[in-house]
């Protein structure tokens, strides 16, 4: 039987070494912008909406859920779909948070002016703090991208990592500003494990 040699761990270690430097990289770009996007959904009067497409949009299915999961009502509008008609659940007491790491994604772009015509605030969490998308929404979130992680520069990996990262440090602080708590947080879940270890807690 002949004898597998190839270094599997090390391809580990490079990938999540690359990984590690871009999120250190993205925590020392924290600045004003970060601040104005928490203010912008703090204030939100409607729900936070969530958009993307291919590996943007499974991170803004996963934002929305998180951010729903703590207190905060956000939905999952799918890009492509909103071309063709679901753009009707976007209203002006909305905020609109659209995820691209190019910041050049079509699908995007085509919905933006009829977000903006309705009045919902617009966030963008990019790659490129130069991009239409970025030029065009409320506020830019930027995510520091240089380039993918490990030997496949052309995989996604940091990119969506970034996006995910930025869309929980944004859950996080709107909802530590308002006070959440492990009480408030069972409420939304009365099942599974981490829903039965809350309701075990006296509170």
């Known amino acids: 039987m002949k004898k597998n040699t190839f ?10 070494q690359d990984e590690t ?8 770009m924290i600045d004003e912008e970060f601040e104005a996007a928490c203010k912008l959904i703090d204030t939100c009067a409607g729900r936070i909406i969530f958009s ?5 949009g499974h991170v803004a299915a996963k934002a929305a859920s998180s951010l729903s999961s703590l ?6 509008l799918h890009a492509a779909e909103a071309v063709h008609g679901e753009l009707g659940v976007v209203t002006a007491e909305d905020v609109v948070i659209l995820i691209s790491n190019s910041g050049e994604t079509q699908e995007l772009l085509t ?5 903006l015509e309705v009045g919902a605030g617009t966030i963008a ?3 490129n703090p130069h991009s239409s998308l970025a030029q ?8 520091g991208f240089k380039q993918e992680a490990g030997p496949f520069k052309f995989a996604g990996s940091t990119s969506t990592l970034l996006s995910m990262a930025m869309c929980d440090a944004l859950a996080m ?13 069972a409420k939304n879940h009365p099942g599974g494990v981490v829903g039965g270890q809350l309701h075990a807690k006296p509170h």
């Open 7 to 16: 270094d599997f761990s090390g391809i580990a270690h490079q990938v999540l």
């Open 21 to 28: 430097s871009a999120l250190q990289h993205m925590d020392m």
């Open 52 to 56: 993307g497409i291919g590996h943007s």
């Open 71 to 76: 207190g905060t009502p956000s939905i999952y």
């Open 111 to 115: 919905i933006l002016p009829r977000i």
């Open 125 to 127: 969490i990019v790659g």
């Open 136 to 143: 065009q929404c409320d506020v830019a979130l930027y995510t």
């Open 173 to 185: 602080a709107v909802s530590a500003a308002r006070g959440l708590t492990e009480a408030d947080y």
